[in-house]
């Protein structure tokens, strides 16, 4: 609690620092007679002491809330900036911890993938809702700015530097295109070092890249040249916003079922695979003829050979005896449950019992499938072919690609003292929220004033100091993450990354542009929308199609970012789009 209350100390002293207070020159012509001065003089030039409005300033300002300090000077603005900045990094650090407490107790889900994307991007839409509701149309006009600055700032930050970051510290090295867990022992090489991820990582880089949508839409009528459409350009483009953050939120819920079917069919392909690799070797090489069909009379001597009782059928034991007998070393499974769809694959009598008849053509029926899935080639000098080989491997690495079953799983193990961490959860989510309320406007308003005592534009001070505020803890949270050195945090890291750009591109928006509608204001963001757009569909489209990053992919992240900056700059003040 030290830097909670070391930070009050900093704000009671600036309170009473801060108040606008005028002074007299103590001054005068020096004389021999006059040893006291009453304070008045009429000097015109005073010959020292002439302060700069770095450190004080005669116009006025308006306190937030009517008793927060406030102040014009560059130092005194630049201060407020940082201690607000630091509460709405307390509040984003509140919600983290508050929402991973709800997630031990409830599970994902509702909460993982309702609440949690939610709360996380709470901040940045608070900081963008106060920027627009401030004062007159006017006003928000000119604040609204600080809103579309950190909206851009935070989708490029997280894409760029946090990116190339958990890239460096999460790097392992790189054997047969996949990086092994928890191994480096080549440093920085740039194409034998990186990271993978699963194939939900690649999904949701690609609902990223599609939720850049309403910023397409928005943008539009700028394009065409158009001022009459600009207003239901708008309106078109909040409703897609909200219709996919909906659906995000939606598929969010349900992704950790479709997860575990995912994988619950991955695995089934996998003894399938197995079980024919175990026959080809059982038979010699024989189990296809010469034209690469099923060998059928081989497939029946097979089937006598697994028949240990002799009795003319497979009963799901002596099933269950052949699978435990592959020794299925590299995947994990429940052998019961693989017999029972073993069984629902073979059994069309339903007697619970394979006979030899269903046997055959339940191998057939899979080596026709291997066929389709590992092509039908002959392997060199063996005159066999070695397409079920093939299939087997791609069953292993479609199961590498959708991750373990620890991501999917949603039981929740046994949490003591449930009802206090709920407690304990509840009550972080609260002061969170309540600090990101409070502080989100003067906030602002330290940003804006700042920008006017610097002449800089309080959009770039938006687009590189808040998104430092906001997003520290998770950037923070994911560079540690990623440090682990494992496939399957790599991919929560990037996945989290990628979920909280969505939630920006979605769900921010949402609340930008039903301020600019409600209130009447002007959309005149080109600069900043197609930095947004740039970012999000390379980053997005670069992750969606592959799954491991050598170390090289950094620089792409970390160039994107100083590419960004000077891109705005140019067009708004060289081009003047803005």
């Known amino acids: 609690m030290a830097p909670q209350r070391l930070l009050l100390l900093f704000i009671f002293l600036f309170y009473f ?18 040893l006291v001065s009453d304070g008045i003089s009429t000097v015109k030039n005073p010959p020292f002491l002439s302060l700069k409005p770095l450190f004080s300033a005669e116009e006025s300002c308006e306190q937030t809330y009517g008793f927060l300090p406030c102040t ?18 307390l509040a984003a650090t509140y919600l983290s911890n508050g929402s991973e407490l709800l997630l031990e107790i409830l599970g994902p889900g509702i909460v993982g993938g309702l609440f949690l994307p939610i709360l996380g991007a709470l901040p940045d839409a608070m900081l963008i809702l106060v920027s627009g509701l401030s004062g007159t149309a006017e006003t928000a006009q000119d604040q609204v700015s600080v809103g579309m600055g950190l909206l851009a700032g935070s989708t490029v930050m997280l894409l760029t530097v946090i990116w190339g970051s958990c890239v460096v510290v999460g790097r392992c090295d790189i054997r047969d295109s996949v990086a092994v867990d928890g191994t480096i022992t080549k440093g920085f090489h740039l194409t034998e070092t990186g990271v993978s991820t699963d194939i939900w990582t690649c999904y949701a880089a690609s609902i990223m890249a599609i939720s850049v949508i309403p910023f397409v839409i928005v943008q539009l009528p700028q394009v065409l040249n158009s001022t009459s459409g600009r207003h239901l350009a708008v309106l078109i483009a909040l409703i897609i916003s ?21 994988l619950a069919f991955a695995k089934h392909k996998h003894v399938i695979s197995g079980i024919l690799r175990h026959l080809k070797k059982q038979a010699f090489g024989k189990l296809l003829t010469e034209d690469g069909e099923p060998n059928t009379e081989i497939i029946r001597k097979l089937f006598e050979t697994i028949d240990e009782n002799r009795d003319g059928h497979l009963s799901p034991s002596e099933l269950k005896a052949l699978i435990i007998g592959i020794r299925f070393e590299e995947i994990d499974f429940d052998k019961d449950d693989a017999v029972m769809k073993v069984m629902a694959d073979f059994d069309t009598s339903l007697d619970s019992y394979i006979q030899e008849e269903e046997f055959v053509k339940g191998i057939t029926k899979w080596i026709n499938e291997a066929k389709q899935t590992g092509g039908a080639y002959l392997e060199p000098n063996a005159g066999t072919f070695k397409f079920i080989d093939q299939f087997h491997q791609q069953t292993k690495r ?117 301020l600019v509608y409600v209130r009447g204001l002007t959309w005149d963001f080109s600069s900043e929308v197609l930095v947004i757009l740039i970012v999000c569909i390379v980053m997005g489209a670069f992750a969606s199609f592959r799954t491991t990053f050598p170390l090289w992919t950094c620089s792409i992240a970390y160039i994107l970012y100083p590419f960004s900056l000077a891109l705005v700059y140019v067009l708004d003040y060289v081009f003047g789009w803005s």
């Open 398 to 514: 479609e199961h590498a690609l959708l991750g373990s079953e620890e991501q999917s799983d949603e039981v929740v193990e046994h949490v003591e003292n449930p009802r206090w961490i709920s407690f304990k959860a509840v009550l972080m989510l609260l002061v969170g929220t309540l600090i990101a309320a409070a502080f989100a406007d003067p906030l602002v308003d330290a940003v804006d004033n700042f920008s006017t005592a610097t002449s800089i534009p309080s959009f770039f001070i938006s687009f590189i100091a808040l998104p430092l505020a906001t997003n520290s803890s998770e950037a923070v949270s994911a560079i540690i993450f990623a440090t682990r050195k494992k496939q399957r945090t790599a991919s929560l890291t990037f996945s989290e990354l990628y979920g909280a750009v969505t939630m920006n591109n979605v769900l921010c928006l949402s609340v930008f542009l039903a």
């Open 17 to 34: 620092s801060s108040f606008p207070s005028t002074a007299r020159f103590i001054t005068g012509p020096s004389s021999p007679t006059d």
């Open 242 to 262: 909200v219709s996919m953050l909906v659906s995000y939120c939606v598929y969010q819920v349900f992704q950790p079922w479709i997860q575990r079917r995912r």
């Open 72 to 89: 014009t000077t560059v130092l005194g603005n630049l201060f407020l900036i940082i201690v607000y900045g630091y509460l709405m990094f």
